[in-house]
């Protein structure tokens, strides 16, 4: 095998801070369907939305180192919060691809908006960034851009209750300033939140266009790995092991929730001891 075979094989690193980051694994999964996936989520230390930068940015970085050992040949921060919070630093770190979930998303909500007005939903660290509103102006000033912490989101996802009328009720308390202000087009700012999208949609109604980072970030991560070389032409023989989790925590439950939204059936999450990285 060339030089050139070995990296292409390689495997893609994929985090965030526990199981929201399966919504982008998912979507690599399916665009990409040639490259292995090393996918970490940090459930010993979930949340992130509600921590500070600096927090933020040492458990990415450790992430990020322990994904190295792995030997990746790209690394997708599949979390909102560590992309608004930690990327810029890591990307001076590290020598390989490195990309967030961010700039995809503010870049396919401007392309969708009609009336200029763009809403983002996410956890309260990552709408208290401005990241979002920041990215979105740097590139069409015109643009306004509302966004709104719906911290509640994320526990209600994780405790199964994707349709159900307590998220219809806290959909609609939050989502109310949105619609008052007449947005055409909301970023779905959190990996929980494409589990509800259906709720979010009917709440916002049929005029509103909904965006996932989790769809943009797997077609940026493409483009990106091909136009480095990376790429990688075939699916992996068998024997290899395509996609393959680690945990800090709790990986019994790690699995269970993984195999209520992968069709790919996941049969195990190692545990690993993050913050000796
Ligand atoms: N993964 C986080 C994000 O996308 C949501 C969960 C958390 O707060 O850690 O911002």
Redesign the pocket.
């Given at each position: 095998m060339s030089e050139r075979e070995e990296l292409c094989n390689r495997p893609v690193g994929v985090f965030?801070?526990?199981v929201?980051?399966l919504t982008v694994a998912r979507e690599i999964m399916r665009q990409l369907p040639n490259e292995r996936i090393v996918y970490f989520g940090?459930t010993a230390r979930?949340?992130?939305?509600?921590?500070s930068r600096d927090t933020v940015t040492k458990y990415s970085r450790q992430i990020v180192r322990f994904l190295q050992t792995q030997d990746v040949k790209a690394i997708v921060v599949?979390?909102?919060?560590?992309?608004?919070y930690a990327l810029d630093e890591l990307e001076n770190e590290v020598d390989i691809p490195i990309i967030g979930?961010v700039k995809p998303g503010a870049r396919a909500a401007i392309e969708a908006t009609r009336n200029g007005k763009i809403g983002v939903i996410?956890?309260e660290?990552?709408v208290s960034s401005g990241i979002y509103s920041r990215y979105i102006n740097e590139n069409d000033k015109n643009v306004t851009v509302l966004s709104k912490a719906c911290?509640l989101f994320?526990p209600l996802v994780e405790e199964g209750l994707w349709e159900d009328p307590v998220t219809d009720e806290i959909a609609e308390r939050y989502l109310a300033e949105l619609i008052d202000v007449g947005i055409d087009t909301l970023i779905l700012?959190?990996?929980?939140y494409p589990m509800i999208r259906s709720t979010i949609g009917r709440t916002m109604g049929e005029s509103v266009t909904l965006v996932n980072p989790a769809y943009e970030t797997a077609r940026e991560l493409k483009q990106l790995l091909h136009d480095s070389g990376l790429e990688s032409d075939h699916r992996p023989g068998l024997g290899t092991e395509l996609y393959r989790f680690f945990v800090s925590d709790a990986a019994d439950k790690f699995q269970k929730f993984a195999n209520s939204i992968l069709t790919y059936g996941i049969l195990s999450a190692k545990v690993i001891a993050i913050d000796e990285y």
């Open positions: 965030d801070s526990g929201g980051g940090d979930v949340p992130y939305g509600s921590k599949a979390c909102n919060t560590a992309s608004a979930v996410a956890t660290a990552t911290p994320v700012g959190c990996t929980h």
